[in-house]
């Protein structure tokens, strides 16, 4: 005799109403109301990270049900692209539509955490906004890539509170995705994708076919 198959449940997800009711629709900027817009998201097991178009990054705790703000000083201007990563420390890396990229080191309540909120700044080298950000496992580098095709490197030392940046590849298109692991960094632009060995500092091409 036949099995019957079991019913497929759907389920229906709704909104994140309490992340989003933390977050204002408008802002006051002198005699202006300005529209806040989402234009970032990532998540994890412990965070949810959401930029904003005024330069805020609004970060939700899971098992703390808070809702935190982290902005850039100076001029504001749309998130672009966050990256979350829990090793031995929670970071957040963040770009923005002019090109600039921060690392904010989270503070912990564990012994042995971080017990002081601090952030590394990527000087300079980005000068357009930026597509895609992709940490090392264990934190110590970030690779960051933009619109115009440049891929910047940054060493971190976050105990003594250092990054240190560089250029690394330059595509004649703009980044789309970046994924690093075992020290190869996997690229894709609008035109090709491609593993950039950091070693060798050498490149090889996934197939052989421009994109259309």
Not at 69 to 80: D, M, V, W
Not at 103 to 126: E, K, M, T, W, Y
Request: charged share 20%; glycine share 6%; aromatic share 10%.
């Amino acid at each position: 005799m036949a099995s019957v198959a079991s019913p497929v449940i759907f389920k229906e997800f709704c909104p994140l109403y309490y992340l989003l009711n933390a977050i204002p629709t408008k802002v006051q900027k002198g005699f202006r109301s300005i529209v806040v817009y989402l234009t970032a998201l990532d998540t994890n097991g412990d965070y949810i990270a959401v930029g904003s178009s005024i330069g805020m990054l609004y970060l939700y705790c899971r098992h703390l049900n808070q809702m935190k703000k982290y902005n850039f000083e100076g001029k504001c201007e749309s998130i672009t692209f966050v990256k979350l990563l829990s090793c031995f420390d929670d970071l957040v890396a963040v770009g923005t539509a002019s090109g600039r990229v921060a690392v904010f080191q989270l503070v912990s309540s564990l012994p042995g955490r971080n017990r002081q909120l601090r952030r590394f700044d990527v000087a300079g080298i980005h000068k357009s906004s930026i597509t895609a950000l992709a940490w090392s496992p264990n934190g110590m580098k970030l690779f960051s890539g933009d619109d115009k095709g440049k891929i910047v490197y940054s060493a971190l030392d976050l105990d003594q509170g250092i990054c240190n940046s560089s250029l690394v590849l330059e595509e004649p298109s703009s980044i789309v995705q970046l994924d690093y692991n075992q020290k190869v960094l996997l690229v894709s632009t609008l035109q090709r994708t491609l593993l950039f060995y950091t070693e060798e500092k050498s490149v090889k091409q996934v197939g052989t076919q421009p994109r259309k």
